[in-house]
Nanobody
């Protein structure tokens, strides 16, 4: 598995989580990275993308600033800091690596297995 996510779990509404995704056997700094999420009964959706050099773009809740994507190319790791979590954020979160920082899954060649995030009352 080229990408391994960690940091998911159960958190109370209003809480925070920081997801990590470490690349293995990939030339990490050659890829744009993204976080997607898939909630039950919904389509998979992109949360945020980041270019090879670290320029972010947000697709979910961009106006509220609850999510922050970042990367450390020296550690082959991309992060997703999530704050003020609510029930609608419950989903499996996946990181993905691709040639361009696009918002569609088909542009990403490598995927992790996902990390469950559950927001509880």
């Amino acid at each position: 598995v080229p990408l391994v996510e960690s940091g998911g779990g159960v958190v109370q509404a209003g809480g925070s989580l920081n997801l990590s995704c470490t690349a293995r056997a990939l030339r990490f700094n050659a890829y744009a990275m993204a976080w997607f999420r898939h909630a039950p009964g919904k389509d998979r959706e992109v949360v945020a993308t980041i270019t090879r050099s670290g320029f972010p773009r947000y697709y979910v809740d961009s106006e509220k600033g609850r999510f922050t994507i970042s990367r450390n190319n020296d550690k082959n790791t991309v992060y997703l800091q999530m704050n003020s979590l609510d029930f609608e954020d419950t989903a499996v979160y996946y990181c993905a690596a691709g040639g361009v920082p696009a918002g569609l899954p088909r542009y990403y060649a490598y995927w992790g297995r996902g990390s469950q995030v559950t927001v509880s009352s």
